[in-house]
């Protein structure tokens, strides 16, 4: 089970550009300035054959990739 926590992601999201020597992209609060939405927490997106599906980092994935985008509206940060 995925899961989503905004300020372990965040932390996470931090850590993993300094010890990666990555640029921190990602907005420091999560919240994303184009749609408003925080990057962190899930949004459902379809609900397919009774299976709901979200968009949205968790703290796994905020653990162990560069985010450069938003999983919501796909703006990219890195412009
Ligand atoms: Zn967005």
């Known amino acids: ?3 989503f926590n905004v300020q372990k992601s965040i932390k996470a999201q931090e850590e993993y550009c300094k010890r ?3 640029p ?3 907005p420091s609060s999560g919240v994303c300035w184009k749609c408003n939405k925080n990057i962190y927490n899930p949004h459902e997106k379809a ?3 009774g299976k709901h599906y979200f ?3 968790t703290t796994e994935k ?3 990739e560069l985010i450069t985008g938003c ?3 796909y703006r990219t940060y890195c412009d």
Do not use: Q, R, Y
Request: aromatic fraction near 4%; hydrophobic fraction near 45%; include cysteine.
């Open 62 to 64: 905020a653990a162990s």
């Open 55 to 57: 968009s949205g980092i």
């Open 1 to 3: 089970m995925s899961e």
């Open 47 to 49: 609900v397919l054959d």
């Open 24 to 26: 921190h992209f990602a």
């Open 20 to 22: 990666t020597g990555a």
């Open 71 to 73: 999983p919501h509206c």
